[in-house]
């Protein structure tokens, strides 16, 4: 792109306009004179691999940053943005893959903090009737449905992210900026987001959407801005481009979109699970006699809507939560609530689906996370002492394998993006030093990641397979269940509806399945249909 390109636009038009943005972090140049560019009333993609610069750019427009070198024009005015507050009154938001809410307050609470309804003399109360009523008429009028009376620790993460627009919106935003906004929805959760842009797009709103899913990008996107290090690549019109397109532009090579394995046949079991009964945070029954095995050299997956017990099963599994009834064995051993060290020791590794709660210690730096777990073991210990060098050479292999970005072992890990602290905890537990694991239970491993650390870590875990360990997948992405697994079981309310092959069923049957139906009675309407 010309970096005059502002003054060779039509800026009536134009909502956003960026102008050679540059942004230098101690450790990485993170926007090096990127120009950007959004029409008013589109939905236009901003994408990229983790570090490309994506989330640093919004920040500045939406002020958390300011640019060391750059101009930035909204609705054709030259501005300058010192914080939020200069951005919402410019009518810009942002709702940020972390939600910023408080859980002990009402969804109508949240909506209107910092600018509630006033009531009384002098004007010292809040108003919360007319809070309701201003919330519920938002809710309305942009198809975003939720309880204004409920609290938010209460209400599931799609809930919480449509407060997150409620938000803006009553703040009056006509920008709104998503970042990777499908992170922690589920796919229905994700059809009902896509429901929710179109509605804002209808009523005149401006959309950025940062993303890495390419098919999100097809499916909802007016046209595409890409980085990769810092810079733009490109930007194309939504209907001009592919996926495989994208993907270069984003990587700068060929990317493999399709996961290629071999068939192979398993081995003898290694994990086996018998009609085991967990209780959930509420001493609620959330998992109802389950029994599966997972055998040597192949991968189980396990589909599901979130909030069918997927999580207190692998909790159970991975000895971070008792089991009420029923066993579990690795290699014929009974591991039933042994520790997690107990459990690890035997030979399980697990990829946590919540990094900041189970997979990290966000105040340490990266080297430190990237041998949680392994720091009593050899080499990482000598005679009781941390042997600082084989830690850091060992972290510095892992960067580089990975492509943490950036490339900084002695970092703070909180200070990383999202994408790239999943790339810690994922390349901790499946490099395999000192020993290899017998079994690894993986929940939600690309969640928050680029499509080339996707493409990398599905390879590892088929070649992990390949080696004879056997691994239980618990994910989100269909695709992912479909390409990775060898076999699928699908989880409702704690119960197993059915096993399948991937060759066996489409999308829809398993999505049938995932709604509570078993597997017997999807045959059935199949055989019926046919």
Not at 241 to 270: D, F, H, I, S, Y
Not at 312 to 334: C, H, P, S, Y
Not at 363 to 384: A, H, M
Not at 424 to 429: A, I, K, L, Q, W
Request: zero cysteines; aromatic letters at 6%; glycine letters at 8%.
């Amino acid at each position: 792109m010309d970096l005059n390109y502002v003054e060779n636009l039509d800026l009536s038009g134009i909502a956003v306009a960026m102008k050679g943005i540059v942004k230098q972090f101690p450790s990485v140049l993170a926007n090096d004179h990127v120009n950007f560019e959004v029409r008013k009333g589109e939905i236009h993609a901003l994408v990229g691999e983790n570090g490309a610069g994506k989330t640093t750019l919004m920040n500045q427009l939406y002020g958390l940053y300011t640019p060391d070198e750059g101009e930035v024009f909204i609705n054709g005015r030259k501005t300058i943005i010192n914080g939020p507050k200069d951005a919402i009154d410019m009518g810009i938001g942002m709702v940020h893959q972390h939600f910023m809410l408080v859980d002990n307050q009402t969804v109508a609470e949240n909506v209107v903090l910092g600018s509630e309804p006033r009531r009384g003399p002098l004007k010292l109360f809040m108003d919360s009737g007319r809070a309701r009523k201003i919330v519920i008429e938002l809710s309305k009028k942009y198809g975003l449905a939720v309880d204004v009376d409920a609290y938010i620790e209460d209400i599931p993460v799609g809930m919480q992210q449509r407060v997150e627009i409620l938000k803006i919106l009553y703040r009056g935003a006509e920008i709104l900026i998503f970042d990777e906004p499908t992170a922690v929805l589920t796919p229905q959760e994700t059809e009902e987001l896509f429901k929710i842009l179109l509605v804002l797009k209808e009523n005149g709103k401006t959309i950025v959407f940062i993303t890495h899913k390419l098919n999100e990008v097809m499916a909802i996107t007016d046209r595409v801005t890409v980085m990769r290090l810092g810079k733009v690549t490109g930007q194309v019109n939504t209907k001009d481009t592919n996926p495989r397109q994208l993907a270069n532009m984003m990587v700068g090579r060929e990317v493999l979109l399709r996961v290629e394995k071999e068939e192979k046949k398993a081995g003898e079991t290694v994990l086996e699970i018998k009609d085991l009964h967990v209780k959930d945070n509420r001493n609620l029954d959330t998992v109802n006699g389950v029994s599966f095995v997972v055998r040597r050299g192949e991968i189980v997956g396990i589909a599901g809507v979130a909030g069918n017990g997927q999580t207190e099963l692998v909790e159970a599994i991975t000895g971070l939560r008792k089991v009420e009834k029923g066993r579990i064995f690795l290699n014929g051993e009974d591991l039933t609530n042994h520790t997690a060290l107990e459990i690890r020791e035997a030979g399980m590794t697990h990829i946590p689906e919540d990094r900041h709660k189970r997979g990290m210690i966000m105040q340490y730096p990266v080297y430190y996370n990237l041998i949680l777990g392994k720091q009593d073991e050899e080499p990482f210990s000598q005679e009781g002492f941390i042997n600082l060098k084989a830690v850091k050479t060992f972290a510095s292999d892992v960067v580089e394998t990975f492509d943490i970005r950036p490339k900084n072992i002695n970092m703070i890990a909180g200070n990383l993006s999202g994408g790239n602290q999943q790339k810690v905890v994922v390349g901790r537990e499946i490099s395999i030093v000192p020993i290899e694991p017998k079994v690894v239970v993986v929940s939600q491993p690309t969640r928050g990641l680029d499509i080339g650390a996707i493409e990398f870590i599905h390879k590892t875990l088929i070649s992990m397979r390949d080696k004879g360990i056997a691994l239980l997948l618990i994910s989100m992405e269909l695709d992912e269940i479909f390409s990775l697994s060898d076999r699928i079981l699908v989880f409702y309310e704690g119960q197993i509806m059915g096993e399948v092959a991937p060759h066996e069923v489409n999308r829809e049957e398993i999505g049938l399945m995932m709604a509570g139906h078993k597997k017997t009675e999807v045959v059935r309407e199949r055989s019926d249909e046919s």
